[in-house]
């Protein structure tokens, strides 16, 4: 199986699907994990949960908090019991490096050796193509999880969570010319994270108990028993794509405001440079899911402080 070296860029700490994502690639033996950067809202908080389930997988890591406030200046959606599971996080340290100073610096480092997996709002990415002019060409590969891109009338398409957030960071990342995959809605949607699966979780370890009750919080939020694993189906695009059918190359653009602000609509490109995942082996992207959290979780040493 490839090695890749991945930065993982999270708005961890809302749905639980970020979390999910971060303990499967650190169960993921063809996963180096070079650095996790925390976007939107209280970025320091979401790098202290970062924190808190690396050392609850026996990894030293320290998060890197980015940017809060999105660029198309759209107010943050915030559940409110985000980091609630988890006692003394204000004990957790993070970084001294900025997330994009960091994405700027490890990319530029070794260029076209680092993948970049965004899961959140694209704030960060933007950011960081805006700060320096070589990064872009010097990211090895884009793996977002966002939009919608099914058939149909663009004018009626679900707008998504993270390119709604920021549809001007969106919208500048898609520009920027990065090889990129996108997994969009009716690609994750087509993958559940359900109760015999989440037992399996819970009885593996330390991470897998606290992913436990963090899954279970968010039912309780959205009074629901199953999960889409949104962020780990994306991290998958990268490790299995045999477990993918994707698109040819085009481009996207991302609806800046109004009712549609967020939709995204993928047009079919020879010299485009984005591609869509389009299927996925549901039955099989989601056991491969479980089995890299529980490896991950299972008899992991707690680090401390």
């Known amino acids: 199986m490839p090695h890749h070296r991945i930065i993982l860029d999270t708005d ?27 976007v939107y809202g209280d970025t320091a908080l979401r790098a202290r949960i970062v924190r808190r389930y690396a050392a609850l997988a026996g990894v030293d890591l320290l998060a890197h908090p980015g940017v809060g406030t999105p660029l198309s200046g759209r107010e943050v959606w915030w559940a409110g019991h985000e980091g609630t599971l988890h006692d003394e996080l204000e ?96 690609v994750t949607r087509q993958v559940e994270i359900r109760d015999d699966s989440v037992q399996r979780i819970a009885q593996a370890g330390p991470a897998g108990a606290a992913l436990y009750a963090d899954i279970a919080q968010w039912w309780e939020f959205w009074s629901t028993q199953w999960n889409v694993p949104h962020d780990p189906v994306t991290v998958l695009t990268l490790t299995r794509p045999d477990l993918f059918a994707f698109s040819g190359p085009g481009t996207v653009a991302i609806e800046p405001d109004g009712e549609g602000a967020g939709r995204s609509v993928f047009t079919p490109d020879a010299a485009g440079w984005v591609r869509v995942a389009t299927r996925a082996d549901a039955a099989a992207v989601g056991e491969e899911i479980v089995r890299a959290i529980v490896a991950a979780s299972a008899d992991a040493g707690v680090l401390e402080g």
Do not use: C, K, Y
């Open 91 to 186: 004990r957790e340290p993070v970084s001294d490096e900025p997330a994009v100073d960091h994405l700027v610096r490890r990319v530029l480092e070794n260029p076209g050796a680092i993948d970049i997996v965004a899961i959140g709002p694209l704030t960060n990415i933007a950011a960081a193509i805006q700060s320096e002019p070589a990064f872009a060409s010097a990211v090895r590969g884009l793996w977002i999880m966002g939009g919608a891109f099914a058939e149909g009338d663009p004018a009626t398409a679900e707008p998504e969570h993270n390119f709604r957030s920021d549809t001007t960071a969106a919208q500048i990342v898609f520009d920027a010319r990065i090889p990129t995959v996108v997994t969009g809605l009716e």
């Open 12 to 38: 961890i700490g809302s749905d639980v699907d970020d979390a999910l994502a971060l303990v499967q690639i650190l169960g993921t033996p063809s996963l180096e994990l070079e650095g996790v950067t925390t």
